[in-house]
C-alpha cells in the first residue's frame, strides 16, 4: 500500500491482461439446427400447430419468408378438389356450347368449303360460264368423304358465292352512283333484297324436299352455294350495261342465264335424282317425276331472280 492511500501501481515491467469469460460456437453441423443463428430447435409439437414447416436458409443467414397465403390455400386438398370440379363443369360447359353451335351452324364443316386455290377459282368461273363442254359432273369421294374443292372442279365452295355477293354489292353501287341514285339506304335496300331472296329459295327447296320425302345428302350449306353462284353472272351483266348499255347488258345476261340453268341442271340431278335411282325408284315412277320437276324449278328460278335483281340498275 502506498503511503498516501493509493494502489501501488504495478511494475512497468508487466502487463495485467484482462479475462474475458469464453464464447462457446456452437457447429453448424450440430443435430437439430438447420441454421447457426436459430434460437429455438424445431419440434414434433410445433408442427402439429401449423409452425413446424421447413425453412431454407436465406442468403444472409436470416429465415426465408413464410408463404403467401394464396400458395397455403392451393395446398389445401379441398382447394384442388373444387378446382378440379370447377374445370370438369367448364370443360363440360364448353362441350355443350360446342355441340349446340355446330347443330345449328357447322362451323367445322365451312373450312371445308373456302378450301379452294387461285387454279380452282379460275376453272369454276370457267366452268360457271361454259358449262356446255364440261362432261364429268360427279363428285369425287375419298373414304366415304368428299374431297376438298381445290382438288374437285365439281365440288361445292363458298368462296365464289360470297365474294360474288360482295362484289355485287360493290357494283350495284357503282351503277346507282352513274346514275345520281346512289344512297346508302339504297345500297342496304339491295345487299338486303338479294339475302332475302337467297333466304327464302333456300327455305323453299327444303320444304319442297321434306314433303316430296327425298333423301339426298344435299345439306344446306350446299344448297347456298349452288344458288350463290348466279351472282358472278349477274355481276358481268351489270358491268356490260354500264359500259354498252341494255344491249350488252341483255346479251351477256341472257348468256349468263343460260349457263347457270345448264349448271344447275347438270348439278342437282346428280344430287336429287341419283339418290332415286340407288333407291330402285323407276324412271319414269311418280316420285321421281316430281324430282325431276324440282330440280327444274331451282333452276328455272335463277334466271329469274338474276333479271330481277340486276334490270333496275341498267337504263
Known amino acids: 500500500m502506498h503511503p498516501t ?3 501501488a501501481a504495478a511494475p512497468t515491467g508487466t502487463t495485467r491482461q484482462r479475462k474475458w469469460p469464453s464464447k462457446r460456437r456452437i457447429p453448424a453441423s450440430q443435430p437439430g439446427m438447420t441454421d447457426p443463428h436459430q434460437l429455438f430447435d424445431d419440434t414434433s409439437s410445433a408442427q402439429s400447430r401449423g409452425y413446424g414447416a421447413p425453412r431454407a436458409p436465406s442468403g444472409l443467414g436470416y429465415p426465408a419468408a413464410s408463404a403467401s397465403p394464396q400458395a397455403t390455400f392451393l395446398a389445401d386438398p379441398m382447394s384442388n378438389m373444387a378446382m378440379a370440379y370447377g374445370s370438369s363443369l367448364a370443360a363440360q360447359g364448353k362441350e355443350l356450347v360446342d355441340k349446340n353451335i355446330d347443330r345449328f351452324f357447322p362451323v367445322t364443316k365451312l373450312k371445308y368449303y373456302f378450301a379452294v386455290d387461285t387454279v380452282y377459282v379460275g376453272k369454276k368461273l370457267g366452268l ?12 369425287q ?10 382438288f374437285d372442279i365439281n365440288a361445292p365452295d363458298l368462296y365464289i358465292p360470297a365474294m360474288a355477293f360482295i362484289t355485287y354489292v360493290l357494283v350495284a353501287g357503282l351503277a346507282l ?12 335496300l339491295q345487299a338486303s333484297s338479294a339475302l332475302a331472296w337467297l333466304t327464302l329459295e333456300v327455305l323453299a327447296i ?3 324436299l321434306y314433303l316430296v320425302t327425298i333423301n339426298t345428302d ?3 350449306i350446299d344448297l347456298v352455294a349452288f344458288l350463290g353462284y348466279k351472282y358472278v353472272g349477274m355481276i358481268g351483266g351489270i358491268l356490260m350495261g354500264l359500259l354498252f348499255g341494255k344491249i350488252g347488258y341483255y346479251l351477256v345476261l341472257g348468256w349468263c342465264c343460260m349457263s347457270i340453268f345448264v349448271f344447275m341442271i347438270r348439278t342437282l340431278r346428280l344430287k336429287i335424282l341419283a339418290e332415286a335411282a340407288a333407291e330402285g325408284v323407276p324412271v319414269r315412277g311418280a316420285r321421281n ?4 320437276y324440282l330440280t327444274m324449278a331451282v333452276a328455272a328460278t335463277q334466271p329469274l331472280l338474276m333479271y330481277w335483281l340486276t334490270f333496275h340498275l341498267v337504263q
Open 289 to 292: 317425276q316430281l324430282r325431276m
Open 5 to 7: 492511500g493509493l494502489p
Open 128 to 139: 360457271l360460264i361454259f358449262p356446255y363442254l364440261h362432261q364429268d359432273w360427279e363428285v
Open 206 to 208: 327444303l320444304l319442297s
Open 218 to 220: 344435299l345439306t344446306t
Open 177 to 188: 352512283g352513274t346514275q345520281d341514285r346512289f344512297s346508302p339506304d339504297l345500297l342496304g
Open 141 to 150: 369421294y375419298q373414304q366415304d368423304t368428299p374431297v376438298a374443292p381445290r
